[in-house]
């Protein structure tokens, strides 16, 4: 019964310190740039920049950039994120190892690997933002 209660504490402890990190979501420097530069960059019907530009772009979706210049056409760009899940893989498979010889419990470490891949794929750690190619206007 001790055991189980420090293990509850222990748990609960971890829970509310790691709280921040659950808030974190993966960005992406991407560049912008258009020939003649100076158009009005659009990310996802959301004003961003003018360019040239460099834009911090959360991983957890695509995206659609586009760019707006008077007496030019409209350019619209999918910036389609692209599954990458080998860091994570590792990541996790290392928290389920750490945790497994903390708790001294395999059952434990698979349960707190898995947890963590899954944790990482929701904040985009597992996806990449490919470098977009963007026309002449």
Known sequence: MK???SLL???ALLLLCGCESFNYTKHQSV???SIPAGANIFVDGKEAGVTPANLN???TQSHIVSLFKD?????D?????VYCPENAVIDAT???IR???FFGSANQGVANGLASYVMAESRGETYKLPRPQFPYL
């Open 3 to 5: 055991h189980s209660l």
């Open 9 to 11: 504490t222990l748990s």
């Open 31 to 33: 560049p912008v740039s």
């Open 57 to 59: 772009l959360p991983c």
């Open 71 to 75: 007496g030019y056409k409209q350019c």
């Open 77 to 81: 760009v999918v910036i389609k994120r």
């Open 94 to 96: 290392n928290n389920g």
């Open 99 to 101: 945790s497994g010889d």
